[in-house]
């Protein structure tokens, strides 16, 4: 099993096969989905087709979206990600964007902009990127805040399917600071 970060709370590991439960139970509940493009889960297999996509892009990218785990119950919270877009987004391609998703309960606790450092610091630090986007739908206040607590800033908006959402971008020179 690759760890890819730590945090005094947090580790950052691949999703493994055994992720599926907690994993389902987060990508079935319907808040969870509240300001994605994507519906909830219906089944299992739908996860098990995720951690399997997933765990190619391991292969393919070297980076993806990475289990966070609580390292004082072992416990699945969620995940984080650097993922390689490749497609055109608000102007840019074959750019690095910074993502999370957390189990309902893990929500206001600090984790997810914890996840997101950590993700940033791989990032620079381990990648050596020269920079890292990410977006958020411009009404979801907390997404919006963990991207300003973890060094991003916000400069601007655009629409992605059909939905207004904020553009963050943050520099190695930034990150640094």
Not at 117 to 130: C, R
Not at 143 to 155: E, P, Y
């Amino acid at each position: 099993m690759k760890i890819f970060a730590e945090t005094n709370r947090l580790i950052l590991r691949e999703i493994l096969p055994m992720d599926i439960d907690e994993y389902f139970e987060l990508d079935a509940d319907p808040d969870v989905h509240l300001y994605l493009t994507s519906q909830p889960v219906q089944n299992k297999q739908q996860i098990a087709d995720s951690i399997q996509f997933i765990r190619q892009q391991y292969i393919d990218n070297g980076i993806g979206r990475w289990a966070v785990i609580d390292k004082r119950t072992n416990a699945f919270m969620g995940w984080a990600e650097l993922k390689l877009i490749a497609e055109l987004t608000n102007n840019h391609i074959n750019f690095l964007d910074l993502g999370y998703r957390l189990i309902k309960k893990y929500w206001g606790q600090g984790f997810a902009t914890e996840a997101a450092q950590a993700s940033l610091t791989y990032a620079f630090d381990v990648l050596q990127a020269p920079e890292v986007f990410a977006h958020a739908h411009a009404e979801n206040i907390g997404s919006n805040k963990v991207l300003s607590k973890a060094g991003l800033t916000l400069t601007g908006s655009f629409v992605h399917h059909g939905i207004k959402c904020n553009w963050y971008r943050i520099d190695r020179k930034d990150f640094q600071r």
